[in-house]
């Protein structure tokens, strides 16, 4: 296992003190969140939270257009494009819940992310 592979898996382990085979899903989440907001998973200039997973949680629920997430390289694409991501955006915070029994298999992931 290599040292970006264990980044991702000391991340969970310090939510929930477990690693069990839903942290391959939040792991590889958190690899998709980079490259939808063109953010590192932990930044230390973002004040309101370092953990890319905390920040676009803020950001969903707060009075922005969630396609603020998104990074901004991605401006001027097509619509389309733009609503698949957004689609996959909506996938990637459900394969982050907290609770990791509550996280679909890294199987159903990729049927979700298929069928978008």
Known sequence: ???????YFFAEYGYTMNITKKSDVYSYIVVLLEILSGRSAVENRVREGSHIVEWV??????????????????????DQM?????????????????????????????ALLMEV
């Open 82 to 110: 733009v609503q698949e991501m957004l689609l996959t955006l909506g996938i990637a915070m459900f394969c982050v819940n907290s609770s990791p029994p509550e996280r679909p298999t890294m199987k159903e992931v990729v």
């Open 57 to 78: 949680k803020k950001k969903m629920v707060s009075f922005e257009p969630t396609v603020t997430i998104l990074d901004a390289k991605f401006q001027g694409i097509p």
């Open 1 to 7: 296992m290599d040292l970006f592979v264990l980044f």
